[in-house]
């Protein structure tokens, strides 16, 4: 997990030294990735699984985005597994042509699964959360990226995270990208490799 958030960390810094000249960042994209993290409770567990991501700008710079998570792993004898997904909505504030805002409000579920040969726990949560972030286009196949999210958990409880990444794209009209994005949580820390493919 070191060793991918170090990687995240130099490709924005040298990224950001770069001069720009590029058009505006789309949000119209699909993306798949491999994720892999840990929680602070449960650090024994390196979990690790496949993510969808998907964004599509419906007009008036209004947006809508969604992803699904499927982690796993196993230590001592018991089985972790995890399943995330997020909807949500947004708008972009497009404050250069090579530097956008935007803010968006999601619907997350999380749920959690501990098994061994004899027992079997569960949990789940449903809760709201509130993201704000920024897109520069460094040039024309680069883009960095970062963002704040604060999420409302069930009965009055409250999380703050943070994210950034950095993707090279490639292809005919720049519609093929691959990436990296680390992101940080009160609970937990997520590190994804992606490919995306914007239309």
């Known amino acids: 997990m070191k060793y991918c958030k170090h990687a995240a960390v130099a490709a924005l810094a040298i990224l950001f030294s770069s001069a720009a000249a590029a058009e505006a960042p ?3 994209y699909v993306q798949l990735g491999y ?3 840990e929680y602070g409770d449960l650090e024994v567990f390196d979990l690790g699984g496949f993510e969808v991501e998907g964004s599509y700008e419906v007009g008036a ?5 969604g992803k699904y998570r499927d982690a796993d792993d196993s230590a001592q004898g018991y089985t972790f597994d995890e399943s995330y997904w997020q909807a949500g909505v947004g708008y972009r504030f497009n404050y250069r ?20 040969s004899e027992e079997y726990l569960s949990a789940d ?3 709201f959360s509130l993201a704000g972030n920024a897109r520069y286009q460094v040039l024309e ?10 999420q409302r958990w069930p009965e009055g409880g409250y999380q703050t995270g943070i994210r950034g990444g950095a993707q090279y794209a490639f292809g005919k009209a720049n519609a093929f990208a691959v990436g990296i994005e680390y992101s940080h949580f009160s609970d937990s820390e997520w590190c994804k490799l992606f490919a995306r493919y914007s239309f």
């Not at 710079?61 to 985005?65: A, G, V």
């Not at 956008?100 to 579920?109: G, M, P, S």
């Not at 196949?141 to 604060?150: A, K, N």
């Open 125 to 127: 949560a449903n809760f």
């Open 61 to 65: 710079n209004l947006f809508i985005t």
């Open 141 to 150: 196949d680069v883009e960095v990226y970062g963002g704040v999210e604060w």
């Open 97 to 116: 042509p090579d530097l956008v805002f935007d803010a968006r409000l999601y619907y997350n579920q999380v749920d959690f699964d501990l098994h061994d």
């Open 26 to 28: 789309s949000y119209d």
């Open 35 to 37: 994720s892999a993290g």
